[in-house]
């Protein structure tokens, strides 16, 4: 699953309090133009291809492509567990890997919620800064959207850790990027809405305090709606 991706999208739904002068953006002119190409490619290509993925594909199939490529991302998440020093949840989450995976039909069903197996979401970009490793400068990537220096690095294993990396064929590993990308986008559709001001400093302020907020798992900020938001995040 293309969890930078996630995050990205996932922007804007948060709302935000960070000062963005405290942000280490020295690349911002760059960026502001990385920003408005991948603004113009999502309003031409994205934006629309979602819209019609919503209109023809019924509720259920939508959700059950939904908890496949969640349930994909239970992997990455497991592993992240472990390398951050967190075995009984590394535990819990190959559980529900697992369980989902036979039980729940390659994850089309979230059998392991109901049996009490909270979802959890970890990257290694969060366990980099579980380790110390510092952020180092925000910038914007093209297509991907909002990063930092310490996210990028861990991209490559990110990406190992998708869930596709056992598969050999290109065809299917780019079908399901492509589809794991348009059910994601299709997801946020409705909260566009909630951006306000300056949408460059908007996605900036809400990428730092979001990749902040899940490093602390949540702990650092008291944030009822960003807990709200993690909930959906992480929901069917």
């Known amino acids: 699953m293309n969890k930078f991706l996630l995050i990205s999208l996932s922007l804007l739904t948060f709302s935000t309090h960070t000062l963005t002068e405290e942000i280490n953006d020295p690349f911002e002119d ?58 009984k949840l590394a535990f819990q989450d190959f559980g529900r890997f697992t369980i989902n995976s036979t039980i729940g039909l390659f994850g089309f069903f979230d059998v392991a919620s109901k049996m009490g197996l909270e979802i959890h979401d970890e990257d290694f970009g969060q366990t980099l800064g579980v380790w110390g490793v510092p952020s180092g400068p925000y910038i914007m990537l093209p297509i991907i959207g909002p990063s930092n220096v ?34 994601t986008r299709e997801r946020y559709l409705d909260f566009e809405a909630l951006i306000t001001g300056d949408r460059y400093t908007f996605v900036k302020d809400a990428y730092i305090q979001s990749r902040d907020y899940e490093i602390s798992d949540g702990l650092s900020d008291e944030d009822d709606f960003l807990e709200d938001l993690d909930d959906f995040l992480l929901e069917d």
């Open 30 to 87: 760059i960026n502001q133009i990385t920003f408005a190409v991948n603004e113009a490619l999502d309003n031409t290509l994205a934006k629309p291809a979602a819209q019609i993925y919503g209109d023809i594909t019924p509720p259920f199939i939508q959700n059950r492509v939904t908890r496949f490529f969640k349930n994909l991302a239970e992997i990455d998440t497991f592993i992240n567990q472990a390398l951050q020093g967190k075995p």
């Open 150 to 183: 310490r996210d990028l690095m861990s991209r490559p294993i990110s990406s190992f850790l998708s869930g596709t990396f056992a598969m050999t064929d290109t065809d299917v590993k780019l079908a399901l990027t492509a589809l794991d990308a348009l059910e």
